[in-house]
């Protein structure tokens, strides 16, 4: 045992005051001559024991009594409990969720990031100048971390921000342990703030901290590792969010109305009403609604709007509410508004008579305002050409969208060249006919490192054209593909009855057979069914192939073996397939954290098309970050052909702008965005459970703390031994109560003959009784 | 022989006192009353009864011979003259007189000196109404004794005796009661002064034996005060009036409880000895005015008529 004051301990001879005036009063005492000393006598006789041992005792604990208040002083340390050299160096790894969850206020008021930050400013600045501090912020949990003192630590726990998505726990703890790998000193203290959410911990978290425990104990030096748990109670936390936002539209194109749909959740025990809702669209606010939100429950807010620019366009929902997590009441997307969609249609069976080519009802149904001669625009531009002059056209034209109506047989130049086509990212339909030759459709498409097969191989036509002979063969189509959503507007949503039929009408006398390769089906590629017949047999398959998609029909887009074109239910089928398939896959919402790619492409492709681009000077780039930070970039990779940002660690809009020179002109700049947003499951305050806590925490003998105090106590103990002065005072206060009472109870209690006991003298006193 | 030969100015003039105290208490306590006490008993006849061999023959009435020709004895209430031996205690314990003794009475301030007053006047009283008194001082002995008389001038002899001082012996009323309870003669009052300090046990044994020889016992039970609640505080050496060898240093106010819980099982004690013996146990303490005893006395005296 040590004393830190060892000064204060010699205020333990005042125990010596006691002792003299319990000496002083012995020897001074009143002298009575008494007559009852009959009575006295056995009085003295039978509590002289117990009064000399009261007294024994109080003398004691009134000489224990400055002993203790000296001790207690003195603050003495039990260094029995000390595991640690205690005043060597330490490197400290404070890993801090930076989750947006760590915003949220308590019932305090105060966000927890900034009791985080509070309380380990209180624990730094106790460091010493010779400790390390290793500070990992769960936005670049990856990202190598510097060495630094104490005060640079505190300087930098001040700028962390709660802006992040979740991390799991696994992860924090291992990406801590590499940090503390680097430490300079040999004692090692991992801490991890975090509130704990549920979503963090879950089992690949303890998966992970399991196979952390086994590279934890074979390490050299093993760290310690504290969980510092401020999370609690966030079930009463009440909060409303915008969960997500999104386009109901297969592809936006610009020009047209596209649907937006959001979810917005009131978490609260309590109904929301008239809560107002303000849409935004690449920066310029809607009109606001109003909402009613049930207490735990979540509303979908839509949007129908017409968006005119090309590009990625940002779309913001905003709830006006105050709440104990703000910054989930607003939520961004990119959507990416496209031209027109071009569609190349190649006609195998071209004809100068009105709908009797191969793709004439296609090509109206794929523009039918410009087949009407109306003033709107389609959102798909079609251009018809023949096998021949196939590969040209996808040269010339760069279309989204080739297809193959009723081509008897395409040539090596132009399956090499549709290879390129689809593994570019462009789509490929099929549409069947009499004049197919199977074979060479079913071998398979390759060009260079492209190579792929159609979704099934084509087999024997079943059944022929379609007749007015009402005893032929028909082949009824069943239901729509439920799982393809760009067919739902047909099928009247996931919502609809199976007797509502769209297809009921369409009669098909002829198919061909659609094979699934057995081989396909048990590698598992990724082909969809999106239509059959009823016997089974598939009408519409759809598979993805390099960068773009193959739709694979059973049945021809004329009319020869069914009466389909001619149906109602043609044009939005079709339409909406186009849509899809030409929608943009571009990911131009990502989470937090993640890293954001933009191909120059993207940016050259909104150059205008007139613009003469001086080709001999190279377009420069430049990116924008949501705080405004702009700094200058180049691309990478082999053909230079993508911008890599890097992660995102801000939540926001991203702003990427090329410069390309023009002759003779100003130079044009052109501008895309990308959106980092946090996961809607952050906004969900759901504290995990504290044994699942425990359990994690016991894996890698890590200890939970509530408080920081705590830690750095245990800390403390650890290090120098325990601090005993609180039990010292605890001991301090038991004996004066324990002196207090002694002195007034204590030598009153009695032990007469009788045993019962009485403060009064007789009752019968002074009058007598007469008997 | 002068008086003075047989007792010191000092002591002659506490016998004054004495008588003069007595006179003051009893007749400031008889000016109250409705009915004097001094008209006295006066001697009534209870019956006839055949003469018997061994009868003294004053006692016949010559009247009814002379009528009847028949000898018959004439017989009166005994108690006509009361026979009252007084036994006052004066052993060392009835030295303690407290402070708040004095404060309410004249006289000293002892329980002695209490025990004194209270036999004078009782004295004082009795042979104002002619009945005899006798007195019998003790501590662990009887130590003075007069044998009961009715004669005026009784009053002096009574006086002068109960004039002594208290003693420095202990005290044994068990034991004394049984030595004097023969020498008491007939049938009688028997009035005890006394603080009670003693074995309760030889105390009952010695009231069972005075009221076997139908002796009227009142048993004046007088304590002090100091005695009663103990009002001492810090340390106190406590000395033994009747032993000047025995002494406590004690924190008084540790044992202040045990204490009055022992006088209270002592009191219960003697009481439940004097109830048994059908005794009148009177206690009183020293700071009381003398007619709550008179009035004592008074009950006992018309209840023996």
């Known amino acids: 045992m040590t004393l830190l004051n060892g000064l204060l301990a010699l205020g333990a001879l005042a125990f010596t005051i006691p002792l003299a005036i319990h000496l002083l009063s012995r020897s001074r005492f009143r002298t009575v001559d008494w007559g009852a000393m009959h009575l006295l006598d056995s009085v003295v006789r039978i509590n002289r024991r117990r009064i000399e041992l009261l007294n024994l005792l109080l ?129 090692r203290q991992i801490i991890v703030a975090s509130d704990f959410q549920s979503h963090i911990v879950g089992d690949g978290a303890i998966e992970t901290l399991e196979r952390l425990k086994t590279s934890l104990d074979e390490a050299s030096i093993r760290p310690s590792i504290s969980f510092l748990n401020v999370g609690v109670e966030s079930d009463k936390v009440a909060n409303v969010s915008v969960d997500a936002i999104e386009s109901d539209s297969p592809a936006v194109v610009a020009g047209r109305s596209a649907k937006f749909s959001a979810r917005i959740r009131n978490a609260g025990d309590s109904p929301l009403r008239d809560l107002r809702v303000a849409w935004s669209v690449a920066g310029k606010p809607l009109p606001p609604r109003t909402v009613t939100i049930p207490p735990r429950a979540s509303v979908t807010a839509r949007l129908t709007h017409k968006i005119t620019d090309v590009g990625v366009n940002p779309i913001t929902l905003s709830v006006e509410h105050s709440d104990a997590l703000p910054d989930d009441n607003s939520r961004t997307i990119g959507v990416d508004v496209i031209r027109e969609i071009n569609v190349l249609l190649v006609d195998g069976d071209p004809s100068n008579r009105p709908l009797a080519g191969e793709t004439d009802f296609l090509a109206i149904a794929l523009s039918p305002f410009a087949f009407g001669g109306q003033d709107q625009p389609d959102a798909v531009r079609t251009s018809k050409t023949i096998e021949s002059k196939l590969v040209a056209e996808i040269d010339e034209q760069s279309p989204d969208i080739v297809v193959l109506a009723n081509v008897a047989k395409p040539d090596d130049a132009a399956r090499e060249r549709l290879a390129r086509f689809v593994n570019e990212g462009g789509s490929l339909i099929v549409f069947d006919g009499d004049k197919i030759k199977p074979d060479a459709y079913n071998d398979i498409w390759k060009k260079d490192d492209a190579t792929w097969r159609l979704p099934a191989k084509m087999g024997e036509v079943v059944g022929g054209p379609v007749s007015t002979d009402r005893e032929a063969e028909l082949f009824p189509i069943g239901d729509l593909n439920r799982q393809y959503a760009a067919w739902n507007i047909i099928s009247g949503g996931s919502g609809a009855t199976t007797s509502n039929r769209p297809l009921a009408d369409v009669d098909v006398g002829g198919y061909r057979k659609l094979e699934i390769d057995a081989a396909d089906v048990a590698t598992g590629a990724a082909r969809i069914t999106l239509l059959s017949f009823v016997s089974g047999d598939p009408v519409v398959i759809a598979s993805r192939q390099g960068g773009g998609q ?77 705080s405004g930070t702009i700094a200058a970039t180049q691309p990478v990779g082999e053909a230079a052909t993508s911008l890599m940002l890097g992660d995102a660690a801000l939540v926001g809009t991203y702003r990427v702008r090329q410069t390309t020179p023009v002759m003779g002109g100003e130079p044009i700049t052109t501008q895309t965005i990308r959106v980092a947003e946090v996961p809607a499951i952050e906004s969900q305050l759901r504290d995990v459970d504290a044994s699942r806590l425990s359990h994690a925490a016991e894996i890698i003998g890590a200890q939970v703390y509530g408080e920081v105090s705590s830690l750095t106590s245990d800390d403390q103990t650890r290090r120098f031994g325990r601090e005993v002065w609180r039990w010292l005072l605890v001991a301090l206060l038991i004996g004066m109560v324990g002196e207090l009472f002694l002195q007034q109870r204590g030598l009153r209690g009695k032990r007469s003959l009788g045993g019962a006991s009485s403060k009064t003298p007789p009752s019968t006193w002074p009058t007598g009784d007469a008997t | 022989m002068r008086i003075l030969d047989l007792v010191s100015p000092k002591e002659l003039s506490r016998v004054a006192r004495l008588q003069m105290l007595a006179r003051q208490v009893v007749e400031g306590f008889c000016s109250g009353r409705h009915r004097s006490p001094h008209k006295g008993f006066s001697v009534e006849f209870k019956e006839h009864r055949p003469y018997v061999p061994g009868d003294e023959l004053r006692n016949i009435d010559w009247k009814v011979f002379a009528k009847s020709d028949r000898l018959y004895i004439r017989e009166f209430e005994e108690e006509t003259n009361l026979r009252c031996t007084l036994l006052v ?201 003398f007619d709550d005893a008179l009035h004592e006395y008074f009950a006992m005296r018309s209840r023996i008529r």
């Not at chain 1, 966000?111 to 600045?125: N, Q």
């Not at chain 1, 990202?143 to 709660?162: F, H, L």
């Not at chain 1, 239910?569 to 993640?594: E, H, I, N, W, Y």
């Not at chain 2, 309410?104 to 008194?133: E, F, W």
Request: net charge neutral; aromatic share 4%; glycine share 6%.
């Open chain 1, 550 to 626: 193959i739709v694979q029909f059973a049945i021809p887009c004329d009319g020869d073996w069914s009466n389909w074109p001619m149906r109602l239910v043609f044009l939005p089928m079709m339409q909406q397939m186009v849509l899809d398939l030409a929608g943009s896959r571009k990911q131009t919402t990502l989470d937090v954290g993640a890293p954001i790619s933009v191909p120059t492409a993207e940016l050259t492709a909104l150059i205008p098309s007139d613009a003469k681009t001086d080709s001999s000077k190279p377009p420069t780039y430049a990116t924008e970050d949501p």
């Open chain 2, 89 to 289: 205690d004066r052993s060392g314990s009835m030295r303690y007189g407290g402070e708040r003794a004095a404060a309410n009475r004249i006289g000293g301030k002892t329980k002695y000196d209490y025990a004194q007053t209270l036999a004078a006047s009782l004295t004082y009283l009795m042979l104002a109404q002619q009945d005899a008194v006798g007195l019998i001082t003790f501590d662990d002995a009887p130590r003075d004794q007069i044998p009961p008389r009715s004669r005026p001038s009784h009053l002096k002899l009574v006086m002068r005796t109960l004039a002594h001082d208290a003693t420095q012996r202990e005290t044994d009323l068990g034991g004394v009661f049984q030595k004097v309870a023969s020498k008491l003669g007939r049938r009688g009052l028997v009035i005890i002064i006394s603080d009670a300090m003693g074995d309760v046990a030889s105390i009952a044994r010695s009231l069972t034996l005075l009221r076997s020889k139908n002796h009227e016992v009142l048993f004046f039970q007088v304590m002090d005060p100091d005695e009663m609640d103990f009002p001492f505080t810090g340390r106190v050496q406590f000395r033994n009036l009747e032993n000047v060898a025995n002494e406590h240093i004690v924190d008084s106010r540790s044992i202040r409880d045990a204490y009055l819980q022992r006088l209270k099982e002592h009191q219960a004690a003697i009481q439940s000895a004097c109830r048994r013996n059908r005794v009148d146990h009177f206690p009183i303490t020293t700071d009381r005015p």
């Open chain 1, 59 to 187: 003398l004691l604990l009134r000489c224990l009594l400055p002993v203790l208040l000296a001790f207690c002083l003195a603050r003495p340390v039990l260094t029995g409990f000390r595991s640690l050299p205690g005043d060597q160096p330490r490197t400290i790894v404070i890993a801090v969720d930076e989750s947006r969850s760590m915003a949220a206020r308590d019932a305090d008021g105060q966000p927890r990031i900034e009791r985080v930050k509070r309380e380990l400013t209180t624990m730094l600045e106790s460091l010493s100048r010779q400790d390390e501090v290793i500070l990992l912020g769960t936005n670049s949990i990856d990202r190598v971390a510097g060495s630094m003192g104490a005060t640079d630590a505190i300087r930098a726990i001040k700028e962390i921000k709660a802006e992040g998505g979740p991390v799991e726990l696994g992860r924090i703890v291992q990406s801590a342990a590499e940090a503390s790998e680097n430490a300079t000193h040999m004692q």
